[in-house]
């Protein structure tokens, strides 16, 4: 599996920025692809969306982000957004770009991981 990131950047509160990630070499049914970040120590979901295209936000980015993507039927390809607007300078931190399994959003189930890309909100 190789997930390819782009996007991020530097944007002054109240801005927007777009990440994109490629997710190539999915197997299996069911599974989710999504979007975490890490500043200092644990990584924490931000965004997931499932293969029947139900997505789930985390509390603090929840009416200010959008995570949607397409989901080839044969798995080819597997193309994932994540459109942040009204960014705040808590939201500063690296994004990571992962496929989870067992749609928990949480970081130990992970199975593949973007190189990451950096989001710097300035106040």
């Known amino acids: 599996v190789h997930l390819e990131e782009s996007g991020g950047g530097s944007v002054q509160s109240g801005g927007s920025l777009k990440l994109s990630c490629a997710v190539s070499?999915?197997?299996?049914?069911?599974?989710?692809v999504g979007w975490f970040r890490q500043e200092s120590e644990e990584r924490e979901v931000v965004a997931e969306i499932d293969s029947d295209g139900n997505p789930k936000y985390s509390d603090s980015v929840k009416g200010r982000f959008t995570i949607s993507h397409t989901f080839p039927q044969d798995n080819a390809k597997v193309n994932l957004t994540l459109q942040m607007n009204n960014l705040k300078p808590e939201d500063t931190a690296r994004y990571y770009c992962?496929?989870?399994?067992?749609?928990?959003?949480?970081?130990?189930?992970?199975?593949?991981w973007g190189q990451g890309t950096q989001v710097t909100v300035s106040s």
């Open positions: 992962a496929v989870d399994p067992i749609c928990n959003g949480n970081y130990n189930y992970v199975d593949h």
């Open positions: 070499g999915l197997t299996g049914a069911t599974y989710c």
